[in-house]
């Protein structure tokens, strides 16, 4: 098994390539039933998921949009605490299915709070795609609805996932030794 060390920390491989590409080629076919005959609107969450989303969106044969956006969350000024907003999503959203692209649903906060902006827009339809799920640390009622793998509560890198900002480019993802 192959490890490799990203700054002071070591991660063996978890997923390999092939295990990720045959999974997402597995949902791909899954979105082109369900949407056969509409047109989705794709939301990819940056950074994480850019890989997760360029791979998916080669194996769609249906029309489909994409667009990538950032959230970014402050602390409102209210006692609330985080607010989050969206860099990047111009489109208006009305009436459209729109599919939001992760690549990990963790403990489910930035989708709670995230969703409820979306869901005033009102699509015709609103699903998750999350490569990655921690189903046992998900608090928040965020269930996605195209999961590739539902994974323990431990910390992974690669394919888009990052520790301290690096890690991204593994082909493979990594699991925290
Ligand atoms: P949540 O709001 O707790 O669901 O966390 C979502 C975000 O936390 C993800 O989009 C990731 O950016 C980050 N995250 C959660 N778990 C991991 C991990 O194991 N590795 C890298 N990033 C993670
Ligand atoms: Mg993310």
């Known amino acids: ?103 990990i649903v963790d403990t489910g906060k930035t989708l709670h709070q995230f969703l409820p902006k979306l869901v005033h827009q009102q699509p015709k339809s609103l699903k998750i795609a999350s490569l990655l799920h921690k189903s046992a640390a998900t608090v928040y009622p965020v269930k996605p609805d195209y999961v590739g793998f539902d994974i323990p509560d431990k910390f992974v890198v690669g394919y888009g996932l990052d520790y301290d900002g690096l890690g991204r480019n593994l082909k493979e993802i990594y699991q925290l030794i």
């Open 1 to 103: 098994m192959a490890t490799v060390t990203i700054k002071d920390k070591s991660f063996e491989t978890y997923l390999s390539e092939e295990t990720i590409q045959s999974r997402i080629r597995f949902i791909a076919g899954q979105i082109n039933s369900d949407y056969k005959d509409g047109k989705p609107f794709f939301i990819a969450i940056l950074n994480g998921s850019f890989m997760f989303a360029a791979d998916l969106f080669k194996h769609l044969t249906i029309d489909a949009e994409i667009c990538f956006i950032k959230l970014a969350s402050y602390e409102g000024m209210k006692s609330t605490g985080n607010v989050v907003t969206s860099i990047g999503l111009d489109e208006d959203l009305f009436g459209k299915e729109v599919i939001i692209v992760e690549d």
